[in-house]
Every structure is written in structure tokens, then in C-alpha cells.
């Protein structure tokens, strides 16, 4: 692999959580190109996807979104920022980079065969990473959670390139695969000029909108929103007298998931006082609202901002966060799902 100095592929990623019924497909083109053999973990790229493109010269990585035609650029980038695009996931770089120590790491169990892939010759490779988890630069990190994880590779007999790269529990039908096809194994060299960000002056710089989060004892606005998985809607108003625990979330979001355990729990703590839990989520679809419950379980009432006008409003721009309102609708909370934190909120008042 060391003796490629550029190459032109098509990338595809496959998200695939049963568990949590979350798929989803993401497909770019890569130019990359490796101009120090001396140092293989230096890379220069250009990615290309539906409505962005995405560099790194060396010195500047930037993203350029081709939708609303914005530009966020970051100088001299650590290596967390260079490969952040998700198209990195599990990738032809995670397999370069990372090959060398997979080789020399008598700890991971390894396993070579010959196997047919769409009805071509390959070679199969298993490597066994037990309790960690792989980087997009190859490196192992150890996990918390007790688990057994797969890498597995398909390679190419002729050129031993991969073709396939697939992460994987084992025991679970959960897993993450990409496809790569090779355009061009020269590459499909980039305009000289498209590496730099003064190319780019029909962009203008992205700005992050800074909400304005509801402060202590500010009344909250009301609103009124449908339920998400059933006929109906709620309001603020009908909480007037009670206690309520909003959780602005979204699916995709492990903290989301644990805190449905946790609210669950506190749920079963509050039985029969005068207090509610109300789950809003803003940015996921219908479907997938009802995939959440579906597979999580929350046994409190979950409701759909669905133009996200009331998440705005409170000021919400990461999750989960959790405002606590009093019995007249005003702000006794603002900040995490931290349980102990919430209850001490809570405590001598119901």
C-alpha cells in the first residue's frame, strides 16, 4: 500500500444499527495523496459528496458547504480535525495507517482466508481487537464496555488493496462497512488551485448562530406540540401547577439513549408527585421518533418540535439538555441529564 502516491476512489459508508434501527448511506469521491514516503501518516485529500466538499493542504483543513455556499476553515489542524468528516469512518486511511501496528500487535488475534467477493478472488482478512475500538487513523482505544469487536478487510489478490472494510461486535448484528471502488489508481489529480482557501472567495465564512438559553426564574415560552407516537398534543399550559422536566433530544445520540434509562428511572422515582417528564425532539423525522420509542422504551410522554421553532426558543443547540420549569411555568433548571443534580433540584419542593 506504502507504494501509492495518490489515489482516485469512491467511498461508501454503511451504517447499519439494528439494534437502534439506524441506517444510513453516506457516498464520496477521495482524491489522496501521499507526497512523504518517508512518512506514511502524512496525507493531503479533496472529498466530494452530494453538497460539500472537504480539504486538507497541509495546512489547512476546510469544508466547504456547496448548499448555502459557506466555508469553516481551521489552520494547522490537530489530526482529530484532519480526518473528522465521517467518510473516514472505517476507511481506506484507518486501514493504511493503522496496518503497520495490526501487524506488529501480537494482541490482536489474526486469521487469513481466501474467499470470493461479487464473484471475485480475494483474500479475507479477521483481526480480532477484543475490548477496544478503532480510531479513523487505525489506532486502537480501549472501550469500558466489556465486548469483543471484529475488523474485517477484504483485499484485493493482485493489488492487496481493500475493497472492504467491516467493523463489527461480536454476537451483534450491529455493524459499520465500507465499499471502495478505485477510480483511478494514479489519481485523478485536482486543479492546482482548487487546494487553497483564497479559491474559494464565492464562499462566505461559516458563523455558528449563538442561541440565547433561558435564564434562572425567566418564564418560559409556551408552546404546543403533537405527540409523537399517538393521537394528540401537549401543551405548557395544561403543565401549569406541576413541575416539569423538558429533555430536548435527538436519536443518533448515545447520551440521548443512556438518559432514557435515566429518566425512565426517575419516573418510578416521582410516581404520584406533581411532577412530569416530557421528551422534545426537533431534528429527526417522524419515523424515526418512532423508532426511538419503539427500541428504547421511554415511558414518559415524547412530543415533536417539528419545525424547531420551540427548541430555538429555549435556546437549545446541543443535547441532551434538560430545563426544569416550576408551577408557573418558570426556569428552576438549565444544563445537563445529570440525575443527582435534577433530584437536588427537585427535593423539598414536591
Not at 137 to 151: F, H, I, Q, W
Not at 168 to 182: A, H, L, P, W
Not at 287 to 302: A, R, V
Not at 320 to 344: A, C, M, R, T
Request: charged share 25%; with cysteine.
Amino acid at each position: 500500500m506504502n507504494k501509492q502516491s495518490e489515489l482516485h476512489i469512491k467511498s461508501t459508508l454503511y451504517l447499519h444499527y439494528e439494534s437502534e434501527e439506524m441506517y444510513d448511506t453516506i457516498s464520496n469521491q477521495l482524491y489522496l495523496s501521499f507526497p512523504d514516503k518517508r512518512d506514511y501518516r502524512y496525507i493531503l485529500y479533496q472529498g466530494e459528496g452530494k453538497n460539500s466538499r472537504f480539504i486538507y493542504n497541509g495546512s489547512e483543513n476546510f469544508f466547504l458547504d456547496l448548499a448555502d455556499s459557506t466555508i469553516q476553515v481551521t489552520k494547522h489542524p490537530k489530526e482529530e480535525d484532519i480526518y473528522s468528516n465521517t467518510t473516514f469512518n472505517i476507511s481506506y486511511v484507518t486501514w493504511r495507517l493503522g496496518l503497520s501496528s495490526f501487524k506488529s500487535n501480537k494482541d490482536i488475534g489474526k486469521k487469513i482466508s481466501q474467499e470470493t467477493l461479487n464473484g471475485k478472488k480475494v483474500y479475507k482478512v479477521e483481526l480480532n481487537i477484543g475490548q477496544n475500538f478503532l480510531s479513523k487513523t487505525g489506532v486502537l482505544n480501549p472501550m469500558k464496555l466489556k465486548a469483543e469487536n471484529l475488523l474485517i478487510v477484504y483485499l484485493d489478490q493482485k493489488t492487496l488493496l481493500p475493497l472492504e472494510l467491516i467493523s463489527q461486535r461480536v454476537g451483534s448484528k450491529d455493524f459499520v462497512k465500507t465499499k471502495i471502488e478505485y477510480l483511478s489508481l494514479k489519481g485523478k489529480r485536482p486543479h492546482e488551485t482548487s487546494w487553497f482557501t483564497s479559491t474559494y472567495s464565492g464562499f462566505k465564512p461559516y458563523k455558528k448562530i449563538s442561541l440565547a438559553q433561558l435564564a434562572l426564574n425567566q418564564e418560559a415560552p409556551a408552546w404546543s406540540m403533537n405527540l409523537a407516537n399517538q393521537n394528540g398534543s401537549r401543551s405548557l399550559e395544561e403543565y401549569k401547577g406541576k413541575y416539569l422536566i423538558l429533555e430536548f433530544y435527538i436519536k443518533n445520540c448515545g447520551y440521548c439513549v443512556e438518559g432514557v434509562k435515566k429518566l425512565n428511572t426517575l419516573q418510578e422515582k416521582l410516581a404520584g408527585k406533581n411532577v412530569a417528564i416530557l421528551g422534545i425532539n426537533s431534528q429527526d423525522s417522524q419515523s424515526d421518533l418512532h423508532s426511538f420509542i419503539k427500541t428504547q422504551k421511554p415511558e414518559y410522554d415524547i412530543v415533536w418540535d417539528k419545525d424547531g421553532s420551540v427548541s430555538k426558543a429555549y435556546g437549545v443547540d446541543g443535547v441532551p439538555h434538560v430545563f426544569i420549569l416550576d408551577q408557573e411555568g418558570k426556569v428552576i433548571y438549565n444544563g445537563g441529564l445529570d440525575q443527582d443534580k435534577i433530584w437536588s433540584v427537585l427535593d423539598g419542593k414536591i
